[in-house]
């Protein structure tokens, strides 16, 4: 929780906002206070959101009745006062999916974000077993939460996806093309299924679970076998026609570039993903068969200077793509998620250089930061796409 946050209560923040939007925005204020700090009391809820002990009680009163969050037991305060603790209910349970290209995992999470149990699954590049396998999986954490009440699917997918046509529009990297998710795994589990394109259930996830509440100009940029991104533009979601917005990873840097999987040449993804640091590697060394991005930040740690000058070449493209970003959209704040950010020594600090590079007059340097706790980054994404369907406007 921020200062800014601290000091000035929402209803001044939000000056325009409907009554009703800033009713949202207080619940959700509320709701992370009592994640983050419990147990607490209500009148440090109050202290600290800096909104009134009556617009406190009167959210609480409204999640206690809705079961999200539960009382007791009292605390002992000196001078005999004896305030009541509010935590939040830890058995509603939601169940995150991450499809992704090479590992999908399925997760059961509780409503602080906190994952109970995880499994990866196998792949399929038969679209139809990978569902069936998916579904399995889903199933067995479904059987192993007995008594607690699961709130919902939520999905992250490595491409776009258009709500209005409930399709994945564009996903360049993942083999199982045209794939409906929603309705099968509906019908088979009887829960709701919400779906999301990966950087911005990134983007959830960080104005949900990490430092980014009170940020409402964010780009998240996820960066694996290709790069994509998820904007936050005045405290939105930016969706785009048919969802297609984001696609930063498809301009391309260098229309006689190396073919991307979109068809074009040069794009952004073919210069800064973990695939190109393979490819600058393999341009110095000889191949070697099954080389992961993972392997290769081992090789660089354990001093392969071609490992490291490849990982150095990823890093300045990436820095090159942000500017475009940077140029576009002035976020205040670009959150970097994927398996670079384990060697973030080596990549930070040549990405900014490189977005310095050419700032605009007038312009600033976001802060470029690292996913809080990484790994989790589009799982975590997945629990608030589902938690927000009940506390957001
Ligand atoms: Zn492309």
């Not at 952004?268 to 080389?291: C, D, K, M, Q």
């Not at 300045?316 to 060697?343: K, N, Q």
């Amino acid at each position: 929780m921020t200062s800014h946050l601290q000091q000035m209560p929402v209803s001044k923040r939000n000056q325009g906002a409907s009554s009703e939007v800033a009713r949202d925005i207080n619940r959700r204020i509320v709701l992370n206070l009592i994640r983050t700090r419990h147990p607490i009391s209500r009148a440090d809820l109050a202290r600290i959101s800096g909104l009134q002990r009556s617009t406190i009680s009167l959210i609480v009163e409204q999640l206690i009745e809705e079961n999200w969050v539960l009382e007791g037991p009292t605390g002992r305060l000196p001078r005999g006062r004896r305030p009541t603790f509010l935590r939040l209910n830890d058995e509603r349970v939601i169940i995150g999916v991450d499809i992704r290209p090479v590992q999908p995992t399925v997760a059961l999470a509780d409503a602080n974000g906190k994952f109970i149990s995880q499994e990866v699954m196998p792949t399929s590049p038969n679209p139809k077993i990978a569902l069936d396998q998916l579904l399995d999986s889903i199933q067995r954490i479904k059987k192993s939460c007995r008594g607690k009440k699961i709130e919902g699917v939520g999905i992250s997918l490595p491409g776009r996806f258009d709500r209005t046509s409930d399709r994945l529009v564009f996903a360049p990297n993942l083999r199982w093309r045209d794939v409906d998710f929603r309705n099968p795994i509906s019908a088979a589990t009887g829960l709701e299924v919400e779906l999301e394109n990966a950087a911005n259930a990134c983007v959830l996830a960080e104005v949900w679970f990490n430092r980014s509440e009170e940020c409402r100009n964010l780009v998240v940029i996820t960066v694996s076998e290709g790069i994509g991104t998820g904007i936050l533009a005045n405290g939105e979601l930016v969706r785009g026609l048919n969802g297609m917005a984001g696609e930063f990873g498809h301009v391309p840097l260098d229309p006689e570039g190396p073919l991307c999987g979109c068809g074009s040449r040069g794009c952004w993804e073919v210069f800064g993903s973990n695939r190109a640091a393979i490819r600058y590697y393999f341009e110095t060394h000889a191949e070697i068969e099954g080389l992961t991005f993972p392997d290769l930040l081992s090789r660089a740690d354990q001093g392969d200077t071609q490992a490291v000058k490849a990982l150095d070449r990823m890093a300045h493209y990436l820095g090159r793509g942000m500017r475009m970003i940077v140029a576009g959209l002035a976020p205040e704040r670009i959150v970097v998620v994927g398996d670079l950010t384990r060697s973030w020594h080596r990549f930070g600090a040549v990405i900014e250089a490189a977005v310095q590079d050419q700032t605009l007059p007038g312009g600033a340097v976001p802060k470029i930061i690292p996913a809080y706790e990484d790994g989790m980054a589009r799982l975590r994404g997945t629990v608030a796409l589902v938690l927000q369907k009940h506390f957001s406007v």
